[in-house]
């Protein structure tokens, strides 16, 4: 049984290599239930447990525990262990670092929409939130589309200075930002990840031809951006069950009467199956990516980094 740590995992998982398994990957037969989620302490801690499998091939379960409060103490908000086995056996195949696999898949499935959705010439890009999940949006929406500008936003701006520190370390240049709202009014393409539990993003702030993704809010009580947002929007999922249950803004605006069910036009399987679809109604269209996560995009991301060792890399 192998044990891949998280560099392991950032090595084998390089975002456009794992955009194209994801697109590939979601194509293929994987049965994902619904993920299970408690509240151990009762409180806004949690902790998901998510299965998925090919019959008779592979099964993976990831258990993803979340701390919003860790931040304060320098810690991980999210972090995670991804346990592979054989369908064939039963034994286990690897044990992997949830917490860098999930940070990949999430960020690679977020720019995977965008580089669908998006328009083609968007050039500047907006991250909104300073958590773990910041930099790997960047990294991802960078290698998926020829973003000239970069700005981050956070709550505190000089969480936000740290983030640009490091995404210049890695080579990627980018401007730490303060006022929400001209952020707002200058950015083609927003990726939202927080743990947000009420509304930070004012509908009537963002502009018309926007692509946002709102990526951090998985629960029916968390929300990114207003719910009204959605009534103004083409409305795209990454699974309808998944964010039909658990996606706060949509589920928000569905409970506030504001939109229907059917808003949401569809989700990333048939988004992948068509790249090429005029899936973007106008060019003034807002249009929203609501991702909750799913099991089944863990597995693809963990059959890839089986893939790169059986390659040796």
């Known amino acids: 049984m192998l044990f891949l740590d998280q560099a392991a995992i950032a090595n ?22 619904l993920r299970s989620h408690f509240e151990p302490n009762n409180d806004t801690s949690s902790v998901l447990i998510m299965p998925a499998w090919r019959p008779h091939e592979r ?19 999210v972090s995670g262990v991804y346990v592979l086995l054989s369908c064939t056996n039963g034994q286990a195949i690897a044990v992997m670092d949830g917490t860098e696999l999930t940070a990949r898949r999430t960020a690679a499935t977020a720019a995977l929409a965008a580089r669908i959705l998006a328009r083609p010439n968007s050039r500047t890009l907006a991250v909104l939130g300073t958590g773990s999940l910041c930099v790997p949006l960047v990294q991802a929406h960078c290698s998926a589309l020829p973003f000239q500008r970069v700005l981050v936003w956070g709550r505190r701006i000089e969480q936000a200075e ?10 990627i240049g980018a401007e730490a930002q303060a006022d929400l709202q001209a952020v707002l009014a ?47 929007c083409q409305l795209f999922a990454d699974n309808r069950e998944a964010v039909l249950q658990k996606g706060g803004e949509v589920l928000q605006a569905i409970q506030q009467g504001l939109i229907q069910a059917s808003a949401i036009e569809a989700e990333l399987v048939e988004l992948v199956a068509a790249p090429e679809h005029a899936w973007r109604l106008a060019n003034a269209a807002i249009t929203v990516f609501k991702s909750v996560g799913f099991a089944a995009l863990d597995l693809i991301a963990a059959e890839q980094v089986m893939a790169q060792q059986a390659c040796g890399k």
């Open 12 to 33: 084998a998982l390089p975002y456009p290599a794992l955009m194209d398994a994801l697109a590939t990957g979601l194509q293929q037969t994987i049965q994902s239930p």
């Open 186 to 232: 200058n950015a083609d393409v927003v990726a939202a990840a927080s743990t947000a539990t009420s509304p930070f993003i004012r509908a009537e702030w963002v502009k018309p031809s926007t692509h946002l993704g709102l990526i951090g809010a998985f629960t029916p009580a968390m929300a990114e951006a207003e719910p009204g947002l959605m009534a103004r």
């Open 162 to 171: 740290r983030v640009v520190a490091e995404l210049l370390q890695l080579g």
């Open 59 to 77: 099964m993976g379960v990831k258990l993803v525990s979340i701390w919003p409060g860790n931040g304060a103490v320098g810690k991980p908000a």
